[in-house]
């Protein structure tokens, strides 16, 4: 698919489906900005990039739980290129659930890096990409926070949390002319899932990467990712509560 060059922010762009997905925008020739917490991993992915095709490529340590940093950093990559024509908000953890379950303070960790945190990077751009009347801000959900499960409710919630907050600002800045994309993975095969036994409906994390940039520059409100957990998760949320609270999920 064809893109003009455009100017990218990533947030979290360490991520393995972040850095593939930069991988696709550096080949058209984009200027990004790239956000990390370890200064020598963001390192190597601007030089990846770099090599890739990007026109040019910056970077700003960024802890995005430092919810005060995450303004100054959004001015930093604003002010960088002139503005920004796409923003992918990308950083997530998933939590040991028992431990959230045994302590508040993990739970309320996991939320903050998963939803908080999101809600800190977001409510400034999307006021600039609304001043600026156009653009398209993509945010990594998952499909776990589609209905919550016993094994990962606190990961589920976070997520969740932040769909029901991107739909109220898809429709806040639609009038705008500024899109907001949902991008909701499954199964990717990623350090985030390392741990994880492996089943068929895993996908690589180049894979996810292709698919998060085509629902990007199609402006898809909300993309499945692959698409065939469109009706998993249709499927899965269909389920009367009465029967869904029996099943050890
Ligand atoms: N893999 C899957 O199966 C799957 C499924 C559904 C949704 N997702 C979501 O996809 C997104 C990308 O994850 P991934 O699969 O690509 O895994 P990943 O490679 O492990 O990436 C996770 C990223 O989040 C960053 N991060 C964690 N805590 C952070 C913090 N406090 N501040 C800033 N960055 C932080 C990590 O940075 P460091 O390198 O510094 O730790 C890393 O770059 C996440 O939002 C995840 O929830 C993944």
């Not at 100017?7 to 972040?18: D, E, K, P, Q, Y």
């Amino acid at each position: 698919m064809a893109t003009d060059p455009r100017r990218v922010l990533v947030v979290g762009a360490t991520s393995a489906i972040a850095a593939e997905t930069a991988r696709v925008y550096a080949a058209y020739g984009a200027r990004l900005f790239l956000t990390g917490r370890d200064a020598g991993r963001l390192e190597a992915v601007a030089a990846d990039l770099r090599v890739r095709g990007a026109l040019a490529v910056e970077t700003a340590l960024l802890d995005a739980t430092d919810h005060a940093r995450c303004g100054v950093v959004i001015q930093q990559a604003w002010d960088a290129f002139g503005g920004l024509d796409v923003a992918l908000i990308a950083h997530g953890a998933l939590p040991d659930q028992a431990r959230c379950q045994a302590t508040a303070d993990a739970a309320i960790a996991a939320l903050d890096v998963n939803f908080v945190s999101a809600v800190a990077i977001l409510t400034p751009l999307a006021n600039r990409f609304e001043a600026a009347g156009r653009g398209c801000l993509a945010v990594v959900t998952s499909v776990a926070g589609d209905r919550g499960r016993q094994s990962n409710y606190v990961y589920g919630a976070a997520k969740g949390g932040l769909d029901r907050f991107l739909q109220g600002l898809r429709n806040r800045l639609h009038r705008a002319g500024v899109a907001v994309v949902t991008l909701k993975p499954g199964f990717v095969d990623t350090p985030m899932t390392a741990a994880m036994p492996q089943g068929p409906l895993f996908v690589s994390a180049r894979r996810a990467g292709r698919a998060a940039h085509r629902a990007i520059e199609r402006r898809r409100d909300v993309a499945y990712i692959p698409w065939f957990w469109r009706p998993i998760m249709g499927v899965v949320r269909a389920l009367p509560e009465a029967l869904f609270k029996r099943l050890r999920l």
